[in-house]
């Protein structure tokens, strides 16, 4: 019983630092060191001249919280799970974006850019 | 006397509308007929030789509308085994009601009309309907197979030239036997006559349809026989021997796939050319992106199961194999081919273009990167420990090493659904910047590109090794022609591939 509370108060403190990180940067990237996909994501901001904010939660406390969480929050959106999870997860101007599909996608149809500049992650 | 005598004629038939009716020998039996009639005897069958004679030597008028044939010679004996039956029963009416039908020359009907011949059967359609009453007569029981049969208790002759009794007699047919039918018979004939002719059409399909597959059949064991000899599908075994049960299925749902987008090529040309109206090409070009669509579905289902055979191309041909990026085509080239056959372009949708092309090759090496990097993890996994030592000799430690690796690699996965994601959305973004007719002409060029990609591996997995025999003086032209020969023979065999 207790650690199932003390399980919603991780949920819940882990929610408010995603909130609170996310907020705090133009462009956050939640990743795992090992994922190769996340570095994908991670190349193509940086080619595009954006300086993400990186967690790699295998390096963070609280990591499972927060991955669960990233979890819950993803849900909505059919992403798919890679072997370290639901990461690679981008937040562009502390709202979420999604996932690698949903940035890819973004970027062909031509809206990451713009999202990005509105962030201020970009100028010109 | 001369009376009865007619009458009894008219009784005979009443069919009579000449005079002379009987020669001699009839006229004995009729002596005798009226004797039955008057005295009521049943005439036996002893009667049976003169009944020969009767029929044969009938008047050809015995019929009451003398414009049909008559075609009733066998039935006599019934239609007089009958009359004498009936005559039996009736003949105190009959002797009474033959004077007053004495008057009456083709309406013979008997009084009382009690016996009244039913005779169903077809209409007077075939004009041999009415077979004269006789023949009515002669089919006593309303359902005749044509079998001669002693009418029922009480048959009924009608004479029909009334309007009243018309309905009751329908005439009947006979078959070429002569046998007499009824309706339902007749009905149930036609429908069997109908059916065989159904049945025989059908065969006539079904066997057409067997010549065509045998065919057919021939061709492609021709091609198949063709293809192995050019070590095509050898090739794709390799040294890994057996593909996946996977693999091997979506080969062949790939197969299908290629002949399917053959289909949606010449839809689209046959769209192009008859210039159709944007919305009805707008649903061929939509149905060609879908068909696309189910190709990247296909991939993303084996890719569970068999990543490797996605990314090796065994499932395509050996020089688009060649030049694959990731499993499948690199859209920002796929955008460089087309862009040339969209003219004209507006300047927004050249800008469009420009940046679709730019992002693509942003993700792609976004994309590169990442499975690069996967690449690493797996070569530093693999040689962690010594090379120099023979690790599987420690089978604890190789396993160990074997968990690693496939953890690192199981992102593989992944990298092929994300290189295929791309290409589908750049199919699509394609489609948002142009316009109808333009999409319908960049899918074309697609097709065809691949088409033509495929058709060059064929030529050249036939070229001639040895130039030497061509002869060196005339290399070039030679090698040319060759190759432009074997080309034309390799095109009807990849046209449809």
Same mark, same amino acid.
């Given at each position: 019983?207790r650690?199932?509370?003390?399980?919603r108060?991780?949920?819940?403190?882990?929610?408010?630092?995603?909130?609170r990180?996310?907020?705090?940067?133009?462009?956050?990237v939640?990743?795992v060191?090992?994922?190769?996909?996340?570095?994908?994501v991670?190349?193509? $901001?940086?080619?595009l001249?954006?300086?993400?904010?990186?967690?790699? $939660?295998?390096?963070?406390?609280?990591?499972?919280?927060?991955?669960?969480? $990233?979890s819950?929050?993803?849900?909505?959106?059919p992403v798919?799970?890679?072997?370290h999870?639901?990461?690679?997860v981008?937040?562009i101007?502390?709202?979420? $974006?999604?996932?690698?599909?949903?940035?890819?996608s973004?970027?062909?149809?031509?809206?990451?850019?713009?999202?990005l500049?509105?962030?201020?992650?970009?100028w010109? | 006397?001369a009376n009865?005598?007619?009458?009894?004629?008219?009784?005979?038939?009443?069919?009579?509308?000449?005079?002379?009716f009987?020669? %001699?020998?009839?006229?004995?039996?009729?002596?005798?007929?009226e004797?039955?009639?008057?005295?009521g005897?049943?005439?036996?069958?002893?009667?049976?030789?003169?009944?020969?004679?009767?029929e044969?030597?009938?008047?050809?008028t015995?019929e009451?509308?003398?414009s049909?044939?008559?075609?009733h010679?066998?039935?006599?004996?019934?239609?007089?085994?009958?009359?004498?039956?009936?005559?039996? +029963?009736?003949?105190?009416? %009959?002797?009474?009601?033959?004077k007053?039908?004495a008057?009456?020359?083709?309406?013979?009907?008997?009084?009382?009309?009690?016996?009244?011949v039913?005779?169903?059967?077809?209409g007077?359609?075939?004009?041999?309907?009415?077979k004269?009453?006789?023949?009515?007569?002669?089919?006593? *029981?309303?359902?005749?197979?044509?079998?001669?049969?002693?009418?029922p208790?009480?048959p009924?002759?009608?004479? !029909?030239?009334?309007?009243?009794?018309?309905?009751?007699i329908?005439?009947?047919?006979?078959r070429?036997?002569?046998?007499?039918l009824?309706?339902k018979?007749?009905r149930?004939l036609?429908?069997?006559r109908?059916?065989a002719?159904?049945?025989?059409l059908?065969?006539?399909?079904?066997v057409?349809?067997?010549?065509?597959s045998r065919i057919?059949?021939?061709?492609?064991?021709?091609d #198949?026989?063709?293809?192995?000899?050019?070590?095509?599908?050898l090739?794709?075994?390799?040294a890994?021997? %057996?593909?996946?049960s996977?693999?091997?299925?979506?080969?062949?749902?790939?197969?299908?796939w290629?002949e399917?987008?053959?289909?949606h090529?010449?839809?689209?040309?046959?769209?192009?050319?008859a210039?159709?109206?944007?919305?009805?090409?707008?649903?061929?070009?939509? !149905?060609?992106?879908?068909h696309?669509?189910?190709?990247f579905?296909?991939?993303?289902? #084996?890719?569970?199961?068999?990543?490797?055979?996605?990314?090796?191309?065994?499932?395509?041909?050996?020089?688009?194999?060649?030049?694959?990026?990731?499993?499948?085509f690199?859209?920002?080239?796929l955008i460089?081919?087309?862009t040339?056959?969209?003219d004209?372009?507006?300047?927004?949708? +050249?800008?469009r273009?420009?940046s679709?092309?730019?992002?693509?090759?942003?993700?792609?090496?976004?994309?590169?990167?990442?499975?690069?990097?996967?690449?690493?993890?797996?070569s530093a996994?693999?040689?962690?420990?010594p090379?120099?030592t023979d690790?599987? *000799?420690d089978?604890?430690?190789y396993?160990? #090493?074997?968990?690693?690796?496939i953890?690192?690699?199981?992102?593989?996965?992944?990298? +092929?659904r994300?290189?295929?994601?791309?290409?589908?959305?750049?199919?699509?973004? #394609?489609?948002?910047?142009?316009t109808?007719r333009?999409?319908?002409?960049?899918?074309?060029?697609?097709?065809?590109?691949?088409r033509?990609?495929?058709?060059?591996s064929s030529?050249?997995a036939?070229?001639?090794? !040895?130039?030497?025999?061509?002869g060196?003086?005339t290399?070039?032209p030679?090698?040319?022609? !060759?190759?432009?020969t074997i080309?034309q023979?390799?095109?009807?065999?990849?046209?449809?591939?």
């Open positions: 019983m650690m199932v509370e003390d399980d108060e991780g949920l819940i403190m882990a929610y408010e630092r995603i909130t990180m996310a907020s705090n940067n133009a462009v956050v939640f990743s060191s090992t994922c190769c996909m996340c570095h994908v991670k190349r193509l $901001l940086l080619g001249g954006v300086g993400p904010t990186v967690y790699e $939660l295998d390096q963070e406390r609280g990591g499972r919280e927060i991955q669960a969480v $990233l819950q929050l993803l849900s909505a959106s798919m799970s890679g072997p999870g639901v990461v690679p981008v937040f101007g502390g709202k979420l $974006l999604g996932g690698v599909d949903k940035v890819m973004c970027h062909i149809n031509g809206s990451l850019v713009p999202l500049k509105q962030a201020g992650a970009l010109l | 006397m009865e005598r007619t009458l009894v004629c008219g009784v005979q038939g009443s069919f009579h509308t000449s005079t002379k009987f020669d %001699e020998a009839e006229s004995d039996y009729f002596g005798e007929l004797e039955a009639l008057i005295h005897d049943p005439i036996t069958s002893s009667h049976g030789p003169k009944k020969g004679i009767v044969t030597a009938r008047p050809p015995l009451i509308f003398p049909w044939p008559m075609r010679q066998h039935h006599q004996h019934p239609t007089v085994e009958q009359r004498k039956s009936e005559q039996s +029963v009736e003949s105190s009416e %009959e002797s009474g009601s033959v007053d039908t008057n009456t020359t083709s309406t013979g009907v008997i009084a009382g009309a009690q016996s009244q039913q005779c169903r059967g077809r007077a359609t075939e004009g041999e309907a009415q004269g009453l006789v023949v009515i007569m002669a089919n006593g *029981a309303p359902q005749r197979t044509g079998a001669q049969q002693p009418p208790s009480a009924q002759i009608q004479y !029909d030239n009334s309007h009243t009794e018309k309905k009751k329908i005439a009947g047919s006979t070429k036997d002569g046998k007499l009824d309706a018979t007749l149930r036609a429908q069997n109908e059916a002719r159904k049945s025989r059908r065969k006539k399909a079904y057409q349809q067997l010549e065509t057919r059949l021939q061709q492609l064991e021709h #198949l026989q063709r293809a192995r000899t050019q070590g095509m599908l090739a794709g075994c390799g890994s021997g %057996e593909m996946s996977g693999a091997a299925m979506f080969n062949m749902d790939y197969t299908n290629l399917e987008e053959g289909r090529v010449s839809d689209l040309r046959a769209g192009l050319d210039h159709l109206i944007d919305n009805n090409l707008s649903s061929i070009v939509d !149905d060609f992106i879908t696309y669509d189910t190709l579905h296909l991939k993303a289902r #084996l890719a569970q199961t068999d990543a490797f055979h996605l990314l090796t191309g065994l499932w395509t041909s050996p020089a688009e194999r060649c030049f694959m990026w990731m499993g499948g690199r859209p920002s080239d460089k081919i087309v040339p056959h969209l004209p372009l507006t300047e927004q949708q +050249v800008i273009l420009c679709l092309q730019q992002s693509s090759q942003q993700a792609e090496e976004a994309l590169w990167q990442g499975f690069d990097q996967l690449h690493q993890f797996l996994t693999l040689s962690s420990e090379l120099s690790v599987g *000799a089978v604890s430690n396993a160990g #090493l074997m968990d690693i690796a953890e690192k690699i199981s992102s593989l996965e992944n990298f +092929v994300q290189a295929d994601h791309l290409r589908r959305q750049t199919l699509h973004q #394609l489609r948002e910047i142009l109808t333009q999409a319908a002409r960049c899918l074309l060029a697609i097709g065809e590109y691949y033509r990609l495929r058709a060059l030529v050249w036939t070229r001639p090794r !040895d130039r030497a025999l061509i060196n003086e290399a070039s030679n090698t040319v022609t !060759d190759l432009q080309q023979s390799q095109y009807a065999h990849y046209s449809a591939f």
